[in-house]
């Protein structure tokens, strides 16, 4: 029988002899392996770190806490355990820092985390949840199988067996129905050595390796999200991947935050990761009181929340990423459909550059080491959806902000992660700017979703995808247009040319962008962005009869305008339908006849 290897000799002893930064230099006696926790003795603190290199009987490590403090001889104990993340019900709603640690109490007092050295319970042990087993004295089960189930939420929140364990349990007891503490033994099971295992509803697994059971399979489902530049134009999917690259004040925390309240997912992971920490505490301050557009309930009882802010150690931004998609593995395990969103991955990636460099480990470009792209793709490869032998597909959909120095999409970070993703909504600096928001350049942004995604939409919307692409063609034309007219002025240019000008601003200016402050337009249901779309390529469609490129451009503005304020209305009410009707009119009376 194969189990994840854990350690049951006396655990290994050390003493610092060396301290860089966050780095510790360790000699040590007896055995310890990459990865392994190891705590450092401080006055009376310890401090959490993590086994980065091994070289005969010394080792580096890097510390998760501020190291002030740490002298040569500082003692170091090793604990045998990987960096794990707690499993179990109580996870949704709570706020943790990279480590795990809730940050629950802590959130009210704006801008205060956690003292170093204090490492709390990630579940609160006390709480009962209502346990139902499933599973019968003498099933057979295997990791991942059921036992039973409680209520998070909305959720039936799964007890499984531990992902840590192969091989074949028969059970030999099962707690009955009822309520109790997670740490409460609900089963008990024998191994093929005939071996006895006990089964709470916590579970424990190692961060940096993927936590899957059951077949990746292709995604097949469009992740709606409310935005119209994305849903129709650069199209997401459940278990896809998606990158928001943008400069400095872009939009890009807007977004996400946009993502993490409307996508149509079970459950958000949202890793602020590094960024300032006003920041992170907006995001503490305001989820909790946000409303999910899905269900009227409190939005964060899909929520969990990870963050770091940039004056914590670099190590616990990359636990942090580590951290918040292993939980989302473990509820994908549950057939619920998971969003992670990370911002930034920038700032992981000057984490990895940072601790590198101590390392000192030959650069690669711009200094970041040589295996970036390779973590990146890791990280993005744990997306996915994933069949499971009992229920529906469960999925990870993964989208991380990129912050490049100066907007510059040309730098490593950037590059790695659009060699892997499946979208690209690249905010652009033009369009900010401009206060074209969202800043999602529709010139440079892609997405690989597109046709599946129009396929989907095809049953609801005739030639939904061919539409979508005439419509990126007219954006494209329109610019081209819009360049030459700056040389040559508006004279220099054809009715046809100045008409496909205006057709794309039109677009752009009515449908692409949308106000994220405003009640109604903030979120735009696909029932609604169908409605509008196929108004917007009934415009593209006409052909419009102007004597003066000023005719037109007056007619395309005003129309434009009562489409833009049309968005502000709440959708299919009478006033709604009223102006609806009155846009159309308005361009079949200009139409030629
Ligand atoms: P970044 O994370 O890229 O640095 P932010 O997301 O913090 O940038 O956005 C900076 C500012 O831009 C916001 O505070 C807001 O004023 C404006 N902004 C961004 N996105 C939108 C939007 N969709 N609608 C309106 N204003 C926006
Ligand atoms: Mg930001």
Avoid at 78 to 106: C, H, K, M, R
Wanted: hydrophobic fraction near 40%; glycine fraction near 8%; charge should be negative.
């Amino acid at each position: 029988m194969k189990t994840l290897e854990t350690r049951k000799e006396k655990k290994a002893q050390g003493k610092v002899v060396k301290a860089f930064g966050n780095l510790l230099q360790v000699t040590f006696e007896g055995n310890i392996r990459q990865g392994e926790v190891a705590m450092v003795h401080v006055d009376n603190l310890q401090l959490k770190s993590e086994v980065i290199e091994i070289l005969g009987n010394q080792a580096k490590i890097q510390v998760f806490e501020d190291t002030k403090g740490v002298r040569l001889d500082s003692l170091v104990s090793f604990t045998g355990d990987l960096l794990e993340a707690e499993l179990g019900p109580g996870l949704l709603s709570s706020i943790f820092d990279g480590l795990q640690n809730p940050l629950v109490d802590v959130a009210d007092q704006a801008g205060l985390f956690l003292p170093k050295g204090i490492y709390l319970s990630a579940l609160d042990r006390q709480r009962k949840w209502d346990f139902e087993s499933s599973a019968k004295v003498g099933d057979v089960l295997f990791r991942g199988d059921r036992i039973g189930s409680t209520k998070e939420g909305r959720f039936h929140h799964f007890i499984m067996i531990p992902f840590s364990l192969y091989g074949k349990y028969r059970l030999t007891w099962v707690i009955n129905s009822g309520s109790y503490t997670v740490d409460t033994v609900v089963a008990k099971a024998i191994d093929e050595s005939g071996q006895e295992h006990s089964f709470t509803m916590v579970q424990k697994w190692p961060v940096k390796n993927a936590l899957i059971h059951g077949e990746k399979i292709k995604p097949t489902k469009m992740m709606d999200t409310g935005e119209r530049i994305i849903d129709t134009q650069f199209p997401l999917m459940k278990g896809g991947t998606f990158c928001t690259p943008g400069p400095f004040g872009a939009g890009k925390t807007v977004l996400q935050h946009h993502l993490s309240k409307y996508a149509a997912v079970d459950i958000v992971l949202f890793v602020a990761c590094g960024e300032r920490a006003g920041e992170v505490v907006e995001v503490l301050r305001e989820f909790p009181h946000l409303i999910d557009p899905h269900t009227d309930e409190a939005l964060m009882k899909r929520t969990v929340i990870i963050c770091n802010t940039s004056s914590m150690p670099v190590a616990a931004r990359e636990s942090s990423i580590y951290m918040g998609i292993t939980i989302a593995e473990y509820y994908r395990q549950m057939g619920l459909d998971v969003l992670v969103l990370a911002d930034s991955t920038s700032r992981w990636a000057q984490a990895l550059r940072e601790m590198s460099g101590r390392l000192e480990e030959i650069p690669g470009e711009e200094a970041f080491p040589a295996y970036l792209s390779s973590r990146i793709a890791e990280f993005y490869e744990r997306s996915g959806v994933v069949s499971l032998r009992h229920g529906k597909p469960g999925s990870i959909t993964i989208g991380g902000a990129v912050s490049p120095a100066g907007g510059n999409f040309e730098e490593p970070v950037t590059q790695a992660t659009l060699s892997v993703v499946g979208a690209f909504l690249g905010l652009s600096r033009a369009r900010s700017d401009s206060r074209r928001y969202p800043a999602i350049d529709p010139l440079l942004s892609w997405s690989k979703y597109v046709d599946t995604v129009g396929n989907e939409l095809s049953h609801q919307v005739d030639g939904w995808d061919q539409m979508v692409k005439r419509a990126r063609h007219i954006l494209f034309n329109g610019n081209e247009i819009g360049k030459r007219m700056e040389v040559v002025g508006e004279e220099g240019i054809s009715m046809e040319d100045m008409l496909t000008y205006l057709k794309a601003e039109l677009y752009d200016f009515s449908y692409l962008q949308q106000n994220a402050f405003d009640k109604e337009d903030a979120y735009c249901p696909l029932k609604r962005q169908i409605a509008l779309f196929q108004l917007i390529n009934q415009i593209f469609d006409t052909i419009f009869d102007f004597h003066t490129h000023d005719q037109a451009r007056e007619f395309f503005l005003d129309l434009q305008n009562r489409i833009k304020n049309m968005n502000f209305i709440p959708f299919d009410t009478e006033q709604y339908r009223k102006v609806f009707a009155e846009i159309k009119s308005i361009i079949e009376q200009q139409s030629r006849k």
